[in-house]
């Protein structure tokens, strides 16, 4: 069964960066879209962004210019840098491939 297992999440000062990961186990991984979500305390789910098997990739507006969303279809791994931090992008961070959710990384951003 595909799992996937999120890492890289932490503490991080604002203006920092962090680069989460994402690895897949199973072969589905290089033919979905792959994608990165987030949810703060008392908050929904937001989609942060998207990357299609051929690389496309997508960005919710408050994330753009400051995060990027990479694939190692290779390693079965996918990829979030993001620079710049804010308080606001505090959150627990999930990926998703198809209909399989990981159980998420916590990134805090505060001084």
């Known amino acids: 069964q595909v799992q996937l297992v999120e890492s890289g999440g932490g503490l991080v000062q604002p203006g920092g960066s962090l680069r989460l990961s994402c690895a897949a186990s199973g072969s589905i991984f290089s033919i979905v879209p792959m994608v990165w979500y987030r949810q703060a305390p008392g908050k929904e789910r937001e989609l942060v962004a998207t990357?299609?098997?051929?690389?496309?990739?997508n960005y919710a507006d408050s994330v753009k210019g400051r995060f990027t969303i990479s694939r190692d279809n290779a390693k079965n791994t996918v990829y979030l840098q993001m620079n710049s931090l804010k308080p606001e992008d505090a959150a627990v961070y999930y990926c998703r491939g198809g209909a399989i959710w990981g159980k998420g990384t916590l990134v805090t951003v505060s001084s």
């Open positions: 990357i299609t098997s051929g690389g496309t990739t």
